[in-house]
């Protein structure tokens, strides 16, 4: 008797690639959990530094425009209030420009799980 073999591999069962699916998902949904939590936290840390350095910019800067009106309050208080408007309305629109194009540059937050799932396509497709 001869024994037959086929070029062709044996085919996975239904069972092994329906847990090696599990698996994936699961490694994945832990992944976009991690990156979740890493990321709620670095936004409130960014929130909680920008709203205390914003209180005391504002404190700083009320008290030099205060010191800048009072000394030219006898010569000129019109002309000194709006030289300071005009100086925080040119201030202002750099730093909206600046967080716009900041914005605009961002990574994605879930780059490592998108990454993954691409190497994941990868391997499963011919």
Not at 13 to 22: E, P, R, T
Not at 52 to 81: C, H, M, Q, Y
Request: include cysteine.
């Amino acid at each position: 008797m001869e024994a037959k073999y086929s070029d062709e591999a044996p085919a996975p069962s239904l069972k092994k690639m329906g847990g090696a699916v599990v698996g994936l998902l699961q490694g994945h949904l832990e992944l976009i959990g991690i990156e979740l939590q890493e990321e709620r936290s670095r936004v409130f840390r960014l929130f909680l530094l920008a709203s205390i350095s914003l209180i005391l910019g504002l404190l700083i800067l009320a008290g030099l425009s205060a010191a800048i009106v009072i000394t030219f309050w006898e010569t000129n208080p019109i002309a000194a209030i709006l030289i300071l408007c005009l100086v925080y309305a040119i201030v202002m629109a750099v730093c909206i420009s600046r967080a716009i194009r900041l914005a605009k540059a961002c990574a994605s937050p879930f780059q490592a799980t998108v990454e993954e799932l691409a190497r994941n396509q990868e391997r499963l497709l011919p």
